[in-house]
């Protein structure tokens, strides 16, 4: 029970961001370093502009100076790019620090299977093509909740069944997240794949979440309540972070003030912490894709 203990507190005890602004250096980087270029990725729903570039270059920065990354630049030299300059050759932890949006959203299990696809796939995923995880198909019947099995449509089943889970590319999320439609979702060891309900929770409604009173506290009481009695898969409820599944865990008994009672997933205390650290720093506002990432020695950086 410890393990699950370790979730809940990420839940409801995540700490709104307080970022603030740190001016760029225009200094050439010194020899040594790595270059990511970041571009922003169009569709869902995002507006791209000047200033949401700005706020995304504000917030890795921050994310950076968080995490210890010293000597790091970070500028957006026009509307569609953003470009880090970190020292020596950066871990995948920093580069996720990066790229990665952090959008946290809670979402009801409607069906899991082992991870492999159990159909032939009309296309191949690339490590930068992101796999089809959303149909537009929708129910025939009106669904009483995010957690009704009418969200089940043949097309949200062909993706559903098309989707490999053992290839690491098409475990890296970023593809289409509707938060008002089904998801297709793989855990990030590619162990399962999972047909998830829309959104009934989203991290800014667990931002201020730090007693019973409050609203994400009132909205995960309700959802937990309803899920309680549920037979599995309907009794899970999952935590999905840049379209990936973090942990899926059942419900063991309502969660009304901060403390659940959850078992199954596979987070564990230290990794809670880290993922907790990562939300707080708050999510962009854009979705951004690493359009090149180089070394940069002394020669380079002095054209």
Do not use: H, W
Not at 84 to 90: A, D
Not at 113 to 132: H, I, R
Not at 162 to 186: E, F, I, W, Y
């Amino acid at each position: 029970m410890k393990k699950a203990m370790a979730v809940a507190t990420l839940v409801l005890l995540v700490a709104a961001p307080s970022l603030t602004s740190c001016a760029a250096s225009s200094v050439a980087p010194p020899q040594g370093q790595t270059r990511v270029t970041l571009t922003p990725v169009a569709g869902g729903g995002d507006q791209i502009s000047a200033a949401k570039m700005a706020e995304s270059a504000r917030i890795i920065r921050e994310r950076l100076a968080r995490s210890g990354v010293s000597g790091a630049e970070v500028t957006s030299p026009d509307a569609r790019t953003i470009v880090v300059v970190l020292p020596g050759s950066p871990d995948q932890g920093t580069l996720d620090l990066v790229s990665a949006r952090a959008r946290l959203g809670f979402r009801p299990v409607l069906a899991v299977a082992a991870p492999g696809a159990a159909a032939p796939s009309s296309a191949t995923a690339t490590p930068d093509a992101a796999p089809a995880s959303q149909s537009t198909d929708l129910p025939t019947a009106t669904p009483t909740s995010a957690s009704d099995p009418a969200y089940l449509t043949p097309g949200v089943m062909a993706v559903f069944d098309s989707t490999d889970c053992t290839n690491p590319a098409n475990r890296r999320g970023g593809g289409a997240d509707d938060p008002m439609r089904p998801l297709v979702a793989c855990d990030p060891a590619g162990t399962a794949k999972y047909v998830l309900g829309p959104v009934e929770l989203e991290g800014k409604d667990i931002a201020q979440a730090s007693s019973n009173l409050s609203d994400g506290a009132k909205k995960f009481a309700s959802i937990t309540t309803r899920m309680v009695s549920a037979s599995s898969p309907f009794n899970r409820f999952a935590m999905v972070l840049d379209g990936r599944v973090v942990s899926a865990p059942s419900v063991q008994s309502p969660i009304l003030a901060g403390q659940a009672e959850i078992s199954g997933g596979d987070m564990t205390r230290a990794s809670a912490a880290n993922l907790a650290s990562k939300l707080s720093l708050g999510e962009l506002p854009l979705m951004l894709t690493v359009q090149s990432e180089q070394s940069v020695t002394s020669t380079t950086a002095s054209r």
